[in-house]
């Protein structure tokens, strides 16, 4: 996978995320859960989805709690030990994870990266950015990063991202005083800042990219001749 492709997944999956009701609205990392588990043979351990996604058991039992309240997933426990919940995807999860996926499509616009995939090549690749946990700074350095070394408004920060103003603001802010990115007043107006990575932040984000292009999205089995 690369930075483009990434890019334009995560930025549409905001957008959507922010269209939907926000008692179902589900976090980019719970989506990819959704994404695994119908991509999965047979049910997984919650300590299997928690090592698929780097995250502490606790956190990992808050999303498949979130999910099963939902009726998207089911848990149960496992066969040979009462402490290994297994989780399968519900019909209903299914469908909400391509329906997502397909809401995500049309919100990749023309001439972005993947703006001619289908949802279920969408799911593919959800299901593979979902062990990466990438925070909403990490998003900033990674839409700093895109840009080639410009630099960016904040407004461009969050078209780019697909972001509410104050997660971009709060996020940058952040940045700034990690010496990660540095705001200067922009040449469009006393009111305008512009936003630009550091050589520590160009660091940070080169990092960041070496992840995603070790990111592999898997293709689906041939059918046998």
Partial sequence: MDLKEFMSIRRAYNVVRQMVASEERLTFEEFAILCHLCDAAEPLKTSAIADYQGALRPTMTHRTNHLEKLGLIERNEGANDRRNVVCHVSDAGRERAL?????????????????????????????????????????????????????????RLVDA???????????????ASLGLVERERSAAGAHTTD????????????????????LVVRRKPRASA
């Fill in 99 to 155: 329906e997502l996926a397909r809401l995500t499509c049309a919100q990749i616009p023309s001439g972005y990266a993947l703006s001619r995939t289908t949802p279920e090549r969408i799911l593919k690749y959800v299901d593979a950015m979902g062990s990466f946990f990438c925070k909403a700074g990490d998003l900033v350095l990674l839409g700093l990063r895109s840009l080639d070394g410009e630099s960016a408004t904040i407004m």
């Fill in 195 to 214: 936003v630009r990575l550091t050589r520590d932040g160009l660091l940070a984000a080169d990092e960041l990219v070496k992840t995603i292009d070790a």
């Fill in 161 to 175: 991202l697909g972001l509410l103003q104050p997660t971009v603001s709060m996020s940058v802010a952040s940045l």
